[in-house]
């Protein structure tokens, strides 16, 4: 716990995301003293803006378009699923290039496989810090809907409904009349739909992310304003400058998100991380329609989430650099179809929110060791499911870190895996 002052603890956390807080809630509950480090305020990066879907019901990743007329439709830019920065594919085309393999049948299975012990556990461990929290008000347990408007569509589902069947992950497919019977709100767009019933929806992932940080503060650990790009070995401790001065830990953990690399290059270690952006924009409802559960559009990418704010329409991916100015033609694209399925109402923001998924291209997180740095630790790359995994991560950096058994094999999220 803490001493005397506030300028050294045992371990420092960089990086205030729901990855992060969640990491330090662990650690702070093993009883070491911990400093949360974030140049801004708790969960106001990449895990503000999601679609607050726990989707612990997860078994493949998103692929590479195998369809000939999806990847055209992408190359023309007429996709409403996947927009890119045509000068950033020749940056990333080897990352794209390990996704198109990762995306194999045989791989998408074996990812299947090894994602599987942090996704059967991602509900439950929300609902261990959210109890503690006294976050549970933010859930909601309707599960989430993907509506399909093609049979094709519904039919490749196939492979996904007898896994799920095998690995017991629940889902009721359902024709138009019975997802229209669960949301009335739609219009009959659609054909097919699969109500993933285990998922639980967050109506306000900025909120959950400060009640997260707030049990962390009674458990004893500190949050302070600071600039990761300043971590330095210093004798036997990292140190990072903060508004409050120059802070020192035996050990760091960094869980930077879709910033990581900035900071892992300063310090020689490079991962294949890339990024996957995409767009939101909240809106009201017309003729008093409501949403009660995030709904998927799956052939045009769009979630509407329902939020605090408002409905929450959030894009597929866009290929673009992290910086890049803003390019939310997606949403321009998708907006006149969601509002044909749902009574949208004004606009709330003019300006979209712009976030950025972090990815690796086999779609696993990075949860271990960092590279030929001693006491640094990697909690990154968590991709479409940074919500979802945030504090099943954080249970299992807190056990690698404090030397208890993990609560599954890590060795799947090791760093380790790209030095190959
Ligand atoms: C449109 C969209 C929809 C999504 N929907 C879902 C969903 O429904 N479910 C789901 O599970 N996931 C979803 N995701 C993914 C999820 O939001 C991310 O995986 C997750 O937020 C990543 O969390 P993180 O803590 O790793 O990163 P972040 O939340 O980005 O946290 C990183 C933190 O590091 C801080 N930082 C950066 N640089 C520095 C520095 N130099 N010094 C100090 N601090 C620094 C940032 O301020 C930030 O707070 C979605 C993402 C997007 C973009």
Redesign the pocket.
Known sequence: MWEVFLARAEIMV????????SVAIHLAKRGLSVAL???????????????????GNTIFPPAFPANLIDLAQIALKRSPVVNYHAWHLLRVAPWLNAFRIASRPVQLRETARLMRPLFERAVAEHDAIAGEAGAERYFNRRGWLKLYRTDRAFAALAPEIDLAAALGIANVPLDRAGALELEPGLAADFRHAVHWTGAV?VTN?LAL?RAYAARYAVLGGIVLT????TLHRTGPYWRVETETGPLDAHEAVL?????AP??LELLGVRLPLAV?????CHFGTKRNAALSR?VLDAENGY?L?PMEQGIRL??GVEFAARDAAPTPVQLDRVLPLARKLFPLGERVEVTPWL????CFADSRPVISRAPRQSGLWL????????????PVTGRLMAEMVSGATPLCDPQPYSADRFAR
């Open positions: 960089l990086g205030a995301g729901i990855v992060g807080t480090i974030d140049r801004q305020g708790v969960g106001e990066g990449t895990s503000y803006g999601n679609a607050g879907i726990i989707e929806s992932p992310t600071g600039d990761a790009r869980a930077l998100g879709p910033w900035d900071i996957k952006r995409g767009y939101h995030p979630v989430a959030t894009t976030g950025a998924r972090p909690a990154l790359g968590h991709a479409h499911w940074g919500l979802t995994l945030g």
